[in-house]
């Protein structure tokens, strides 16, 4: 059963090798714990068209969601998405973020996973469980092996 749901950066640098990214999701994996939004495919798909092996990147992309549950916007997810907006826009909310994280984190709710990022955005959803890496240890700065 899942309980995390992987964000763009951190699926990002689990396909580029990143062994900060590997040793914390392959333990999940083996448990069956990570999922991930179809949306953060799209996400990792547009950066990886920016880099080198484009194709075979893509195809690690999609081998991975063999092992991670890719999750699709439901009647619900846009409902939940929907509610989130609305509390979140101020006076009253934190602020609005991204219309793409807000779909993702939407999902995360509805699904009751707890959301693995390095984006601090997230922490402003309400009710939302934020797992928050260190930005610096799960960014692509350098292709290994280009």
Do not use: H
Request: glycine share 6%.
């Amino acid at each position: 059963m899942s309980r995390y749901l992987l964000d763009t950066p951190l699926v990002a640098a689990y396909l580029l090798g990143r062994p900060t990214a590997q040793a914390l999701v392959n333990p999940w994996l083996i448990r069956r714990e990570a999922a991930t939004s179809i949306i953060v495919y799209g996400e990792v798909v547009e950066y990886l068209m920016g880099r080198s092996r484009f194709r075979e990147r893509q195809q690690q992309l999609l081998r991975l969601l063999q092992d991670v549950a890719p999750l699709f916007p439901t009647y619900s997810v846009l409902d939940r998405y929907a509610v989130l907006r609305r509390s979140m826009r101020p006076p009253f909310g934190a602020g609005l973020i991204g219309d793409i994280d807000t779909l993702i984190a939407a999902t995360a709710l509805e699904q009751n996973l707890t959301i693995v990022t390095t984006d601090r955005d997230f922490t402003r959803v309400p009710g939302l469980g934020v797992l928050l890496l260190d930005r610096a240890t799960f960014t692509v700065t350098k292709e290994p092996f280009s």
